[in-house]
């Protein structure tokens, strides 16, 4: 069965196969024999091809945190059913999510009106600070979710734009 | 210190305060056989600097934030846990005078300045007049008073280019540069608004910006019998944003000569206000001139790389003169070795404007080994939220010297594991790699003027593939459907080897 990780904004499709010694990384154009064997101080010895190195893994849901060769690392488990239902549902550029927690302090922009891609459309704030957020592309605003101080999530759908022709 | 064990005039200091900073005056605190209480918000139940002190009563407060500033409550839980002293670590409550007043006026003492020394210190325009009034070096410059159109014409006799500020201002909020002087009007009216919004207090200056300039610090200790020494310099070398990332002492830009004359110059400031506490001198430094640009009455984030190369704890210099002991450091006797570095980490990403991040700590292992100190205020199993400031923890490490303290640092940020929330360790392992940091080739604006040291480095093919294996070994989606159907395997004979 095939997979794919999101690992810095790239897809990276990868299978998984048992063979009779541990596992098999099935890449693009290669097969690399893996193991992950866990240790008692909460890290792992990660083999690949023969070279072992120590690496520590966390998990919540399907996000994966990585400790690897000196710095910490950030995947994301795609589903398959999801990458298939967000292909149909149009584009991510019709939405502007919340990159972090957080409530809105100032909205530039109302329902109905036409806006330019890199425009300001609303400043948040969250930690302190203020964020201000631009519209992904040209547009009108089809909707806008929240009011002014009300609080969010990270990734919660702030605005959306109507959708292209 | 002249205050031996046991003489203490108080036995607990309540911290006002949470996170990295409550922790670090705790393990002082506790260094000197006292008793630690914090308060603290619902947020941080169950946080390490709660779990370390001795007492911890709940505050309350239409935000966590809010809660932190109620100078009420944290009085009221000193006289329930029977603190002599409140230490209010920094920011919240620490430069705040009315603070410092209603805690003296209870009979606690207040681990800071006098009152009135916050006050004339925390109003910029006061501080730069009483500065240049005693003598010292401050920029050409002009305060607004109550005639906005006799400021635009001085601001213009400053000359360009021209930092525009709010006087109530902090954290580079509503700061201006105007290096062209015919949009000068403008700037000073965004710059109005822009203070009246953050400050409520619309009131300027304006001065001379120094390019690139390199911004020194000396910190400072006072105590209540007029004695003052000064504990060296640092510099606050690489900032984003107009918040600072790195600091190091000794400064990389100043000559032997230069560093005891900038630290002999904050002494003298310090004397003049006849300065209580530990405190910091601030100066922009270009082109071999220096200039006070204010001073800060707390104790500062960046007070470890001083206790690094000096051996002095400032918290514990901070309590003994809250004690009202005499400072027992002779100036002549001070002296420093070696060179330090602080890191600070951020749950943030460089690559996205240094956008603040959130998220659970599912692990945390912070570096270990020889000169490296981890001035910590999470712990695993807990999480980094948007109610405050997305600091997680300082790193401090120690060297021979400078090069060797980065070599330190190298190390240090490739061993922390931080999983959960997204860091800027890799941001700050590049920066120790960039050959103009290496060179001590460092300014104020170096972030801006290098902005590839923020970009993300994408992994090698070895990396990406030693990635997705640990990930497909750990996620359960993909263990379980290869792990359950080894029959299957068998019977189709499609994975045999």
Same mark, same amino acid.
């Given at each position: 069965?095939?997979?794919?990780?999101?690992?810095?904004?790239?897809?990276?499709?990868?299978?998984?196969?048992?063979?009779?010694?541990?596992?098999?990384?099935?890449?693009?154009?290669?097969?690399?024999?893996?193991?992950?064997?866990?240790?008692?101080?909460?890290?792992?010895?990660?083999?690949?091809?023969?070279?072992?190195?120590?690496?520590?893994?966390?998990?919540?849901?399907?996000?994966?945190?990585?400790?690897?060769?000196?710095?910490?690392?950030?995947?994301?488990?795609?589903?398959?059913?999801?990458? #298939?239902?967000?292909?149909?549902?149009?584009?991510?550029?019709?939405?502007?999510?919340?990159?972090?927690?957080?409530?809105?302090?100032? #909205?530039?922009?109302?329902?109905?009106?036409?806006?330019?891609?890199?425009?300001?459309l609303l400043v948040m704030e969250s930690m302190k600070?203020?964020?201000?957020?631009?519209?992904?592309?040209?547009?009108?605003?089809?909707?806008?979710?929240?009011?002014?101080?009300?609080?969010?999530?990270?990734?919660?759908?702030?605005?959306?734009?109507?959708?292209?022709? | 210190?002249?205050?031996?064990?046991? *003489?203490?005039?108080? &036995? =607990?200091?309540?911290?006002?305060?949470?996170?990295?900073?409550?922790?670090?005056?705790?393990?002082?605190?506790?260094?000197?056989?006292?008793?630690?209480?914090?308060?603290?918000?619902?947020?941080?139940?169950?946080?390490?600097?709660?779990? =370390?002190?001795?007492?911890?009563?709940?505050?309350?407060?239409?935000?966590?934030?809010?809660?932190?500033?109620?100078?009420?409550?944290?009085?009221?839980?000193?006289?329930q846990t029977s603190a002599g002293a409140i230490h209010?670590?920094?920011?919240?409550?620490?430069?705040?005078?009315?603070?410092?007043?209603?805690?003296?006026?209870?009979?606690?003492?207040?681990?800071?300045?006098?009152?009135? *020394?916050?006050?004339?210190?925390?109003?910029?325009?006061?501080?730069?007049?009483? %500065?240049?009034?005693?003598?010292?070096?401050?920029?050409?410059?002009?305060?607004?008073?109550?005639?906005?159109?006799?400021?635009?014409?001085?601001?213009?006799?400053?000359?360009?280019?021209?930092?525009?500020?709010?006087?109530?201002?902090?954290?580079?909020?509503?700061?201006?540069?105007?290096?062209?002087?015919?949009?000068?009007?403008?700037?000073?009216?965004?710059?109005?608004?822009?203070?009246?919004?953050?400050?409520?207090?619309?009131?300027?200056?304006?001065?001379?910006? $120094?390019?690139?300039?390199? !911004?020194?610090?000396?910190?400072?200790?006072?105590?209540?019998?007029?004695?003052?020494?000064?504990?060296?310099?640092?510099?606050?070398? %690489?900032?984003?944003?107009? @918040?600072?990332?790195?600091?190091?002492?000794?400064?990389?830009?100043?000559? @032997?000569?230069?560093?005891?004359?900038?630290?002999?110059?904050?002494?003298?400031?310090?004397?003049?206000?006849?300065?209580?506490?530990?405190?910091?001198?601030?100066?922009?430094?270009?082109?071999?001139?220096?200039?006070?640009?204010?001073?800060?009455?707390?104790?500062?984030?960046?007070?470890?790389?001083?206790?690094?190369?000096?051996?002095? &704890?400032?918290?514990? *210099?901070?309590?003994?003169?809250?004690?009202?002991?005499?400072?027992?450091?002779?100036?002549?006797?001070?002296? =420093?070795?070696?060179?330090?570095?602080?890191?600070?980490?951020?749950?943030?990403?460089?690559?996205?404007?240094?956008?603040?991040?959130?998220?659970?700590?599912?692990?945390?292992?912070?570096?270990?080994?020889? !000169? %490296?100190?981890?001035?910590?205020?999470?712990?695993?199993?807990?999480? $980094?939220?948007?109610?405050? &400031?997305?600091?997680?923890?300082?790193?401090? $490490?120690?060297?021979?010297?400078?090069?060797?303290?980065?070599?330190?640092?190298?190390?240090?940020?490739?061993?922390?594991?931080?999983?959960?929330? @997204?860091?800027?360790?890799?941001?700050?392992?590049?920066?120790?790699? !960039?050959?103009?940091?290496?060179?001590?080739?460092? !300014?104020?604006?170096?972030?801006?003027?290098?902005?590839?040291?923020?970009?993300? @480095?994408?992994? &090698?093919?070895?990396?990406?593939?030693?990635?997705?294996?640990?990930?497909?070994?750990? $996620?359960?989606?993909?263990?379980?459907?290869?792990?359950?159907?080894?029959?299957?395997?068998?019977?189709?004979?499609?994975?045999?080897?």
């Amino acid at each position: 069965m095939h997979h794919a990780f999101k690992l810095e904004d790239n897809e990276q499709p990868m299978a998984l196969s048992r063979s009779a010694h541990g596992y098999r990384l099935h890449l693009e154009d290669r097969v690399l024999p893996v193991n992950l064997h866990p240790e008692d101080d909460g890290s792992a010895i990660l083999t690949v091809n023969g070279v072992s190195e120590r690496v520590t893994v966390a998990t919540h849901g399907d996000d994966v945190f990585i400790h690897c060769r000196g710095r910490n690392w950030h995947l994301r488990y795609a589903h398959p059913l999801e990458r #298939l239902a967000a292909a149909l549902r149009g584009s991510e550029e019709d939405v502007l999510r919340a990159p972090m927690p957080g409530s809105i302090v100032r #909205l530039e922009v109302a329902a109905g009106d036409a806006v330019s891609a890199g425009q300001t459309l609303l400043v948040m704030e969250s930690m302190k600070m203020e964020t201000t957020l631009a519209a992904p592309r040209d547009g009108t605003v089809a909707e806008i979710h929240f009011a002014i101080a009300q609080s969010f999530d990270r990734d919660a759908v702030l605005l959306t734009l109507e959708p292209n022709e | 210190m002249s205050t031996s064990p046991g *003489q203490w005039p108080f &036995d =607990t200091v309540l911290i006002a305060n949470r996170g990295e900073i409550a922790l670090r005056v705790i393990r002082t605190v506790h260094a000197l056989g006292l008793r630690a209480a914090v308060v603290f918000h619902a947020a941080d139940r169950g946080s390490p600097a709660v779990t =370390t002190a001795d007492a911890a009563v709940e505050i309350t407060g239409e935000t966590p934030v809010a809660a932190y500033l109620d100078g009420d409550q944290i009085i009221e839980a000193a006289k329930q846990t029977s603190a002599g002293a409140i230490h209010p670590g920094y920011g919240f409550l620490s430069e705040n005078a009315d603070f410092a007043r209603a805690v003296e006026a209870a009979g606690i003492a207040f681990v800071g300045p006098k009152p009135e *020394q916050i006050e004339l210190m925390g109003d910029k325009v006061r501080a730069r007049g009483f %500065v240049e009034k005693s003598g010292f070096p401050v920029a050409p410059s002009a305060i607004e008073d109550d005639n906005p159109d006799d400021f635009v014409e001085r601001a213009h006799a400053v000359g360009a280019p021209l930092l525009i500020k709010p006087s109530a201002g902090g954290g580079g909020k509503g700061m201006r540069i105007v290096r062209d002087l015919a949009v000068l009007e403008t700037e000073i009216a965004t710059a109005r608004s822009e203070g009246q919004r953050y400050f409520g207090d619309g009131r300027l200056y304006a001065e001379r910006f $120094v390019e690139n300039p390199r !911004h020194i610090e000396v910190q400072v200790l006072g105590d209540a019998h007029g004695n003052v020494v000064h504990v060296f310099e640092r510099e606050c070398s %690489v900032q984003r944003r107009f @918040q600072k990332i790195v600091e190091e002492s000794p400064a990389p830009a100043l000559s @032997q000569a230069e560093r005891e004359q900038i630290s002999e110059t904050a002494a003298g400031i310090a004397r003049a206000i006849g300065y209580r506490g530990a405190g910091t001198v601030e100066f922009i430094y270009g082109k071999g001139e220096f200039f006070f640009l204010e001073m800060n009455t707390r104790l500062q984030v960046e007070h470890p790389v001083t206790e690094e190369v000096t051996g002095i &704890d400032l918290v514990a *210099q901070q309590l003994a003169i809250a004690a009202g002991d005499k400072l027992d450091l002779e100036q002549a006797a001070i002296t =420093t070795k070696g060179h330090a570095i602080e890191l600070r980490i951020y749950a943030e990403d460089p690559a996205a404007g240094y956008l603040p991040t959130t998220g659970p700590i599912l692990r945390l292992i912070p570096p270990t080994g020889e !000169h %490296v100190r981890w001035d910590g205020g999470v712990v695993e199993g807990g999480a $980094v939220t948007a109610a405050f &400031d997305p600091m997680i923890a300082k790193l401090i $490490v120690w060297g021979e010297d400078r090069e060797q303290a980065i070599a330190r640092a190298r190390r240090a940020l490739e061993a922390t594991v931080l999983l959960g929330c @997204q860091t800027n360790t890799a941001f700050l392992r590049a920066l120790m790699d !960039h050959p103009d940091f290496v060179a001590g080739e460092i !300014h104020t604006g170096y972030l801006d003027a290098h902005p590839e040291v923020a970009e993300s @480095q994408p992994p &090698d093919t070895a990396t990406v593939e030693r990635l997705l294996a640990a990930a497909a070994l750990s $996620v359960r989606p993909i263990r379980d459907v290869v792990d359950s159907t080894p029959t299957l395997h068998a019977a189709i004979g499609a994975w045999s080897n």
